[in-house]
């Protein structure tokens, strides 16, 4: 069963704007950590947030994390077409990522 | 460092036939995972792997599903036999070993796998 679900399933922006990506999960975790694929390639990491921070950041992205509300958010500032992608959370229990469905980001040149 | 490395990237069989998908994972990293991705189910972690010992196998489908990794350096997923709805992209992430359970993962390429 999923864990994380992000929300929205899909964003479309104009290139310099800010994204706001979403995510909830319903049981406790170690850390949650976000993913970003690019059509039909592998995912590749971009952020981990443990359990005990609040919030996080790395370049252009900052993350959140509320675990009293179970959820987390990712933010791109100033988007790039280049940020066009899907974007996954991921919960960390027992050793294992349960990943969500992703959200779809689009930037538009 | 090549990254993780999957082959075939493409897979096309029929019905009823084997399938084997290979992973050689980063060097050095302690955990190899396994995942299929598709639209309808998102993507789903089969079976991982710790110093190339099997921890935990729940999310292996059927007993069609099997994995090995004979070393540090090799992993294998195998489907026999193989059927229309194993249709999906099949991904090996590696991640070295934390105070507190494994870092952030490594993904392979994926492999694309079509059964007809």
């Known amino acids: 069963s999923q864990q994380g679900e992000e929300d929205p399933q899909a964003l479309s922006i104009q290139e310099g704007e800010n994204a706001t990506m979403n995510c909830s999960y319903k049981?406790?975790?170690?850390?949650l950590q976000w993913y970003r694929q690019n059509s039909g390639r592998g995912l590749v990491h971009l952020i981990l947030?443990?359990?005990?921070?609040r919030e996080k950041h790395s370049g252009r992205l900052r993350v959140t994390l509320d675990t009293s509300k179970k959820s987390s958010s990712l933010l791109i500032t100033a988007s790039r077409a280049a940020d066009t992608a899907s974007y996954f959370c991921a919960t960390e229990r027992s050793e294992k990522l349960v990943f969500g469905k992703g959200t779809k980001l689009t930037v538009n040149p | 460092d090549a990254g993780v490395i999957q082959s075939p990237r493409h897979e096309v069989t029929e019905m009823g036939q084997e399938v084997t998908l290979r992973c050689k994972p980063i060097s050095g990293h302690d955990y190899l995972f396994w995942y299929r991705q598709t639209m309808m189910r998102g993507l789903e972690l089969l079976i991982y792997?710790?110093?190339?010992?099997?921890?935990?196998d729940s999310g292996m489908p059927e007993d069609r599903f099997s994995a090995k990794m004979p070393n540090a350096s090799f992993s294998t997923l195998k489907i026999q036999p193989s059927e229309p709805r194993d249709s999906a992209v099949y991904f090996c992430a590696s991640s070295l070993a934390g105070l507190a359970g494994p870092y952030e993962q490594y993904f392979g390429p994926g492999t694309r796998l079509t059964v007809t």
């Open positions: 049981t406790s975790i170690n850390n």
């Open positions: 947030i443990r359990s005990n921070e």
């Open positions: 792997f710790n110093n190339n010992v099997p921890i935990d």
